[in-house]
């Protein structure tokens, strides 16, 4: 089993969407969790990190964890084209960080 | 220039050259990472430096060696590299052990033929 699980889409989505972007992990040792949004051609840049399960709001974005079933998901409000990326998860425990295969998303307009 | 910076964008190198790729950090970070991104793959971490000292190295070939000169700088020095080594290079920096998330740069297309 993958430390981490991500579907890899794509997502396509029509623009003013909500967006729900999802990973499972099976390692209990993860203490934080981070988004990243990576555009064609460019290196990921950070969105969202979190440490505690729960709710986690910035703009349009909110990172959801729950530790207990081990899964996380990144909710995109009011999606517009910009938004078109490949969106990866990441987790690290006590210093590893181990990362998602990324989900393609599109936003049509 | 600000945050991390990788030279060269693109790179083609034939199975016997020698080359090297660049990175650059202006955040004042005391970490430094080389990942490997290949399709449908997850970023591979491939070398740590923190603070100059390399501190992890995934097993990779010894046909990439690593070389971190100073906290700013750091150099993926490559030869005789495989096919499918043909991939996409990415620097990271970050603050340890207080920072909160890595800064990438955009990446090193390599393709080597």
């Known amino acids: 089993q993958k430390e981490v699980e991500q579907d890899p889409g794509p997502l396509s989505v029509p623009e003013g969407a909500i967006v729900s972007l999802n990973c499972t992990y099976s390692?209990?040792?993860?203490?934080?969790f981070m988004w990243y949004r990576q555009y064609s051609r460019k290196g990921p840049e950070l969105l969202m990190y979190?440490?505690?399960?729960g709710n986690k709001e910035d703009g349009r974005f909110t990172a959801q964890v729950d530790k207990s079933s081990k899964y996380i998901s990144l909710f995109i409000r009011d999606s517009q084209p910009s938004d078109s990326a490949t969106y990866l998860c990441?987790?690290?425990?006590?210093?590893?960080?181990?990362f998602g295969t990324g989900t393609k998303l599109q936003v049509i307009p | 220039e600000t945050g991390v910076t990788q030279t060269p964008r693109h790179l083609v190198m034939g199975m016997t050259n020698k080359k090297s790729l660049k990175c650059e950090q202006h955040?004042?970070?005391?970490?430094m990472y080389w990942y490997k991104q290949s399709a449908k793959k997850p970023l591979e971490l491939m070398f740590v430096?923190?603070?100059?000292?390399?501190?992890e190295n995934n097993s990779v070939p010894s046909r990439f060696s690593p070389e971190c000169p100073n906290s700013s700088h750091l150099f993926l020095h490559l030869h005789t590299l495989q096919p499918e080594d043909s991939a996409l290079y990415l620097c990271?920096?970050?603050?340890?052990?207080?920072?909160?998330?890595?800064?990438f740069g955009s990446g090193t297309r390599l393709t080597v033929v």
């Open positions: 990441a987790m690290k425990g006590y210093q590893k960080v181990t």
């Open positions: 390692n209990s040792a993860f203490q934080y």
């Open positions: 955040l004042g970070h005391n970490a």
């Open positions: 979190t440490y505690s399960s």
């Open positions: 430096y923190s603070l100059e000292e390399r501190v």
């Open positions: 990271a920096s970050s603050q340890v052990p207080s920072g909160n998330g890595y800064t």
